[in-house]
Nanobody
Framework: VPLVESGGGSVQTGGPLKLTCEPSRPIYIYNYMGWFRQYPGKAREAGAISSTLGGHKDVRSKFQGRFTMSEDTAKDTFYLQISNLKAEDTAMYFC???????????????WGQGTQVTVSS
């Protein structure tokens, strides 16, 4: 599998969770990566976008406050930390890679299979 997201699971409201995105093939052709969220039956939406080299991050309003992107560029591994989990965070989370800085899902063409986050009280 060329790209794996992990770290999801069933968690209780208020807890933290750290998702990991690990490409197993070179990503040098991609300039940006993003974390995306998808609710059942809904379109995938960008939550936060960052250069694959780290640095500036564009965090969309839906991810502001409780979601933190980080990366280990030496390992080409990317993280999404979610704090104070809420029921509304229940969704499938994906990481994607693309060449353009964009919040448009269609501009990302290297995807993992996603990791499910389920938050319950």
């Amino acid at each position: 599998v060329p790209l794996v997201e992990s770290g999801g699971g069933s968690v209780q409201t208020g807890g933290p969770l750290k998702l990991t995105c690990e490409p197993s093939r070179p990503i040098y052709i991609y300039n940006y990566m993003g974390w995306f969220r998808q609710y059942p039956g809904k379109a995938r939406e960008a939550g936060a976008i960052s250069s694959t080299l780290g640095g500036h991050k564009d965090v969309r309003s839906k991810f502001q406050g409780r979601f933190t992107m980080s990366e280990d560029t030496a390992k080409d591994t990317f993280y999404l930390q979610i704090s104070n989990l809420k029921a509304e965070d229940t969704a499938m989370y994906f990481c994607g890679f693309g060449r353009l800085f964009s919040i448009n899902v269609d501009d990302f063409n290297f995807w993992g299979q996603g990791t499910q986050v389920t938050v319950s009280s």
